[in-house]
């Protein structure tokens, strides 16, 4: 997934999406939100916090609500990506052919504000480390590469743990452990090249 710099990059990058996403930005820059790109896309923030997002996907362009969850909706319009795991992100998917209502995206705006400015919010549950038996043995095994582990954030731990556990086969998870190894004794993160 190419990373991009500026909004204007990603927007003239996004082909058969440019008009959309051009005519999104003008309502979100209308607002009192500031326009900023995370994770390699535009984002739009409020004293700091980062309320929506916009996304140019193959069959649509969606706007993010980061605590959506909390928004009325009366249009029925919004919705949750991933039920059961996505808990206040909610999404408003515009289709080719579909004619954005701008007062109603204003409407979710104006109001995405309000329910952050009275703080609003679900904050992420932070999940326990799990370390799965496989890490746990070559850790045990290996006084370096236990330190090194040690000294990694949990985050960083979080994700090697979560790379081993998701692994189905045996095999995969043996070759898996043989790809970690060096990156943990290097301090390097499974995720660090996604990061800015």
Excluded at 65 to 73: E, I, N, P, R
């Amino acid at each position: 997934m190419k990373r991009f710099k500026t909004v204007e990059d990603y927007i003239e990058s996004s082909g058969e999406w440019t008009e959309i996403l051009t005519q999104l930005r003008k309502i979100l820059l209308a607002s009192e939100l500031e326009e900023t790109i995370k994770w390699g896309a535009p984002a739009y923030t409020y004293e700091g916090k980062t309320l929506i997002g916009l996304g140019a996907f193959k069959n649509f362009v969606s706007i993010w609500f980061h605590q959506g969850v909390f928004l009325k909706d009366e249009a029925g319009i919004l919705l949750n990506a991933q039920e059961g795991i996505t808990k206040a992100l909610r999404q408003w998917r515009v289709e080719k052919g579909d004619i954005i209502d701008e007062n109603l995206l204003k409407t979710y705006i104006f109001e995405t504000i309000e329910n952050h400015e009275v703080g609003m919010q679900i904050k992420p549950q932070k999940k326990p480390l799990v370390i799965p038996p496989e890490l746990q043995l070559l850790l045990d095994g290996d006084q370096t590469l236990n330190n090194s582990f040690e000294s990694l954030s949990l985050t960083k731990k979080r994700e090697f743990a979560e790379y081993i556990s998701q692994a189905k086969r045996a095999s995969t998870k043996t070759n898996r452990l043989e790809k970690i190894r060096p990156m943990i004794i290097q301090g390097i993160g499974l995720n660090d090249k996604y990061r800015k």
